[in-house]
Structures are given as structure tokens and as C-alpha cells.
């Protein structure tokens, strides 16, 4: 309880910030993007990691104000990092099932863009195989409207959730992100197998492959043989401040 009084007053004192982490594509070895990651600093406890707070804030509803920040303040950042000169990138933004669902969700993208006026093709939102426990013909007409937005969505932590097979091909999205947890263990047979068949999968599906978790140079060069060529991860890039982003930029693109 003590920290979702704190979250509440969070929102209000605006203590969150945002991190950025890099996308890479090994094959034309230039940027490919980021995700934004919203951290809090907490005026007593210091920084307190998303992993802990993001589950209160969905539970008490507080994810529907902080996503409309961090993805307002996506939007600014990115047009700004334009607006400087440098080559235009995707932003992606992570939702929750709960703001996935909710009906603030459009105007919150509408007003996030027209607000500091980047365009639409450069922002993404990052969804997970959870919003599937709910009717798909309800899923599918929330992705068609995000969609006709103009901006991207991507599966995020595919194959770790709910087994989506079924209705992946139904799904209006543009990207799957393999999860970490096939990564990190890539040298296993088993693990290797459901890699292989997720790019698989997304090549015929003809969605976009991304990498997550990758911290080796090994696990990279893997990746990038089976034709899953851009990568997330701590060997690219941890999350970064928007000046380090500015670095990152200047000698990426
Ligand atoms: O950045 P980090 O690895 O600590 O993030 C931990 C978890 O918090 C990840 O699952 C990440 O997707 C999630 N997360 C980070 N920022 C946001 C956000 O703005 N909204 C939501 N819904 N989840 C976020
Ligand atoms: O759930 P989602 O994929 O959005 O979460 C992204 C989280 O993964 C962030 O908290 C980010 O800090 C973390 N992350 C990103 N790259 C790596 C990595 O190479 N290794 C590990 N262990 N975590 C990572
Ligand atoms: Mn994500
Ligand atoms: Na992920």
C-alpha cells in the first residue's frame, strides 16, 4: 500500500524518466530504432525498477496516466532527435494488457502525435501474447485501429506467454520480438529449435524479426545466420539518457 500511494503521487510530481535502448541491424550495421523504458526515482528509495512498480500501476490503474506520459514524452524526444539532424528513427512504446484494452488508448496515440507532431510511421507499441486471453475479434479490431493510425505494432517476449499459434496469423501486427529467455539459452538444443521456428514462422508470416537479450557477439552472429538480423540487447546498448542516445545516433546512422 505504502507504494501505491507513492505511485499515485508519482504521477502527479511527475518522477518517472525515460530510458531509451537501442535496436541494431547486424546486417547493414546501422540503428534500428529503440524502446523507450520508463524508470521512477523515487525521492526516498531511489531508483525503483519497472519490474516492481508496473504490476501495482496496473492494478490500481495508474498504467493509463503513466503510459500516456512516457508516450508523450516518446513522441517529444524522438521528433526533437529529428528536429537536430539526426537520421529519423522508430520509437516503440510498451502497453500493458490494461491500456491495450482501454478506451483512452486511440486518443492517447492521437494526442501524443499531434501534440508534438511526429510522424505516425515512427512510433510503435509493444504488446504481448497476453492481450490474447481476451475474445479476438475484439484484439483484432484494437489492432486495426491502432494500425490505421499509421503507426507499428510488435509482439513483445514472443513464446513465453500464452500460445498464440492459433490466431497469430489473424493479428494485424508488423513485428515479433523473440524473447530473452530463448536467447540467453540459444546454445540449447531445445532452445535452438524454438528460435529457429519462431523466424521461421515470422518469415512467412511476413513480420519483422527482432532479437531481445542479446549480450554476445556468439549469440549475434547465430541469430544473424537463421536471417534474424536486427537485435536488442546489452552486447548493442543498455537503455540510455537521451544525451547518450544523441551519442549512440551520431555514430550508429
Ligand atoms: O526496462 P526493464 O528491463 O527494467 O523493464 C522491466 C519490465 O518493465 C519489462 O517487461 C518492460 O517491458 C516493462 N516496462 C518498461 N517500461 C514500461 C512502460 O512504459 N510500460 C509498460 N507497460 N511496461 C514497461
Ligand atoms: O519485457 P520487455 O522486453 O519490454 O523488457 C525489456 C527489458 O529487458 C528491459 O528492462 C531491459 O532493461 C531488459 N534488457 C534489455 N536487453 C537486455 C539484455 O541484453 N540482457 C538482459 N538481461 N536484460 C535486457
Ligand atoms: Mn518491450
Ligand atoms: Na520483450
Excluded at 529457429?196 to 549475434?220: C, D, F
Aim: aromatic content about 8%; some cysteine.
Amino acid at each position: 500500500l505504502g507504494l501505491e500511494n507513492d505511485l499515485r503521487r508519482a504521477v502527479h510530481n511527475q518522477e518517472f524518466f525515460v530510458l531509451y535502448q537501442p535496436k541494431w541491424d547486424a546486417s547493414s550495421g546501422k540503428a534500428a530504432g529503440m524502446e523507450a523504458l520508463i524508470r521512477w526515482r523515487h525521492p526516498e528509495l531511489g531508483i525503483i525498477s519497472p519490474a516492481e512498480f508496473i504490476p501495482i500501476a496496473e492494478e490500481t490503474g495508474l498504467i493509463i496516466p503513466m503510459t500516456r506520459w512516457i508516450m508523450g514524452e516518446a513522441c517529444r524526444q524522438n521528433q526533437q532527435w529529428q528536429e537536430e539532424g539526426f537520421e529519423p528513427q522508430c520509437v516503440s512504446v510498451n502497453l500493458s494488457v490494461r491500456v491495450f484494452e482501454s478506451q483512452n488508448l486511440l486518443d492517447m496515440i492521437q494526442c501524443a502525435l499531434s501534440g508534438t507532431g511526429l510522424d505516425a510511421k515512427y512510433l510503435e507499441v509493444e504488446i504481448t501474447e497476453s492481450i490474447l486471453a481476451s475474445d479476438i475479434q475484439g484484439i483484432i479490431s484494437q489492432l486495426m485501429k491502432i494500425r490505421e493510425l499509421g503507426i507499428k505494432i510488435a509482439m513483445d517476449d514472443f513464446g513465453s506467454g500464452y500460445s498464440s499459434l492459433g490466431s497469430l496469423d489473424k493479428l494485424p501486427i508488423d513485428t515479433l520480438k523473440i524473447d530473452q529467455l530463448f536467447v540467453r539459452e540459444y546454445e540449447s538444443g531445445s532452445k535452438k529449435a524454438i528460435i529457429q521456428a519462431i523466424i521461421t514462422l515470422g518469415k512467412q508470416l511476413n513480420l519483422e524479426l527482432i532479437a531481445e537479450g542479446v549480450e554476445t557477439i556468439e549469440q549475434s552472429e547465430f541469430l544473424n545466420g537463421l536471417g534474424c538480423s536486427i537485435m536488442q540487447g546489452y552486447y548493442y546498448g543498455r537503455p540510455m539518457n537521451e544525451d547518450q542516445i544523441r551519442e549512440w545516433l551520431s555514430t550508429s546512422t
